[in-house]
């Protein structure tokens, strides 16, 4: 069983919310075609997914609703920050109880549900049904999204919406990972669901604005979501007809439930261990008997002298061994996870820039010279088009660094790989950032406001 050169894969006892693997006895075709399947499901769900949030703030103002442009992207973050939210939730979720397949699909459940409300409201016809008859329309702003027209169903529809947003977009990616088993395998998969997420977008971006901004019909905001609720629907079909492809890994335990029990344990534990030592320590002053050297030998002999662990952190005081109520292995994971979270609070300052640059772009392209794609028609490009750069720029990113750049990095260790990989991302990130301010600042000096 010690053996070093032993064939032994899989460990006797796994770790917390690390599963058993499962044995993959797929034919070839199979593996192939459940990560396609995972693949063409995601750029259509991405599709449904920027259709409705990449013209959202614009959608809401001319739609029916007539919203004020500023709490229209107030409504962008409302949904982000719900889809986020969900995602958390739902993750936890497939770890613990769900699964990532049950979970995906109850997500596209939701998703669709959400999609057929939004689409309702937009519909000329039964618009009236669920929000009353639209406002009269006047040129004085709005101040709270609270007083705009039908914000209840609407915020409601777009909360639900996120809802299944993010429980597939929590598991989606892991899951098509889980389908990866060979070397190397899920290095290219990530790379090739990056591809599939923005291909998606590229086509949402074009398409659907189109419909909904570039015609004419008072029902073009429906014919929109329409056709991206249709591939929606596709999406979900074609995810669950690839079910019995997949490599279904069972919910076994999430670390995330057992993160605030190990912490009140270990604090606990410290507690009562302080308040011991504080006991001994006045029993030894009001016994008239012993020496210096049985003194010392109690000392150490203490709960202090017991406390084991790689460090003298306070969750050591979690452990079974320090007479706390956990294994070492869920306190290491719990310990592990604290590194984790440093890293996603570093993210925070980048994610806010991000999303302030994504959900304003478009507002800031409004204000800019907007050139005509047609002398005849005098129709002017769509703003929204100009993200389509963000999308292309991305997969062509991928596929220049992993020819060029990436392959020289065969040689180190996989954590500095991907540490390389980090500092690339986020110094050319910050790059941008940089070059947008610069571009806001000269438009307002030069572009009409």
Request: hydrophobic residues 45%; aromatic residues 12%; contains cysteine.
């Amino acid at each position: 069983m010690n053996d070093p050169t032993s064939n032994e894969t899989s460990l006797l006892i796994p770790r917390p919310g690390v599963p058993f693997d499962q044995p993959d006895n797929r034919q070839s075709y199979e593996r192939k075609l459940a990560i396609f399947i995972i693949l063409a499901s995601t750029a259509l769900e991405r599709l449904a997914f920027y259709s409705l949030i990449i013209n959202l703030a614009t959608t809401l103002h001319l739609s029916e609703v007539h919203w004020d442009t500023t709490n229209g992207v107030t409504a962008s973050f409302i949904f982000f920050g719900t889809s986020y939210i969900s995602t958390l939730i739902f993750a936890a979720l497939s770890d613990a109880k769900l699964g990532r397949g049950k979970t995906i699909i109850v997500g596209f459940i939701v998703y669709l549900i959400g999609y057929l409300f939004v689409s309702l409201i937009a519909n000329t016809t039964t618009h009236s049904f669920i929000c009353g008859n639209p406002p009269v329309i006047n040129t004085t702003n709005i101040a709270s999204i609270v007083n705009e027209h039908c914000v209840g169903p609407v915020i409601g529809t777009l909360m639900l919406t996120a809802i299944g947003v993010g429980a597939v977009q929590a598991n989606m990616a892991v899951f098509g990972a889980e389908q990866a088993q060979e070397k190397d395998g899920k290095i290219r998969y990530f790379d090739k669901y990056i591809i599939a997420v923005n291909i998606g977008g590229i086509f949402s971006t074009l398409v659907v604005p189109y419909i909904q901004v570039g015609q004419s019909d008072p029902n073009r905001f429906f014919y929109g979501y329409l056709f991206a609720g249709v591939l929606l629907i596709v999406s979900t079909l074609l995810f669950i007809f690839g079910y019995r492809f997949y490599i279904h890994i069972p919910p076994y335990d999430t670390i995330i439930t057992k993160f605030i029990p190990v912490i009140i344990n270990a604090f606990q534990t410290r507690r009562k261990y302080a308040k011991d030592q504080r006991l001994e320590a006045s029993g030894r002053k009001s016994s008239s008997s012993g020496n210096l050297l049985e003194d010392s030998i109690s000392e150490s002999d203490g709960p202090l002298g017991t406390i084991k662990g790689s460090s003298h952190s306070v969750l050591n005081f979690a452990r079974l061994s320090n007479s706390g109520k956990f294994t070492d292995r869920i306190v290491n994971d719990v310990k592990s996870l604290g590194n984790v979270i440093i890293v996603f609070i570093l993210l925070i300052p980048y994610w806010l820039a991000y999303y302030q640059i994504q959900t304003t772009f478009f507002l800031q392209g409004e204000s800019m010279y907007i050139p005509k794609i047609s002398n005849v028609t005098h129709t002017e490009m769509l703003v929204t088009w100009m993200s389509v750069g963000d999308q292309l720029s991305i997969i062509i990113g991928i596929l220049i660094l992993n020819a060029f750049v990436y392959k020289y990095l065969t040689t180190y260790d996989q954590s500095t790989v991907i540490l390389i990989k980090f500092v690339i991302g986020m110094i050319l990130a910050s790059i941008t950032m940089f070059i947008a301010g610069i571009i806001e600042n000269v438009r307002q000096q030069q572009c009409h406001p």
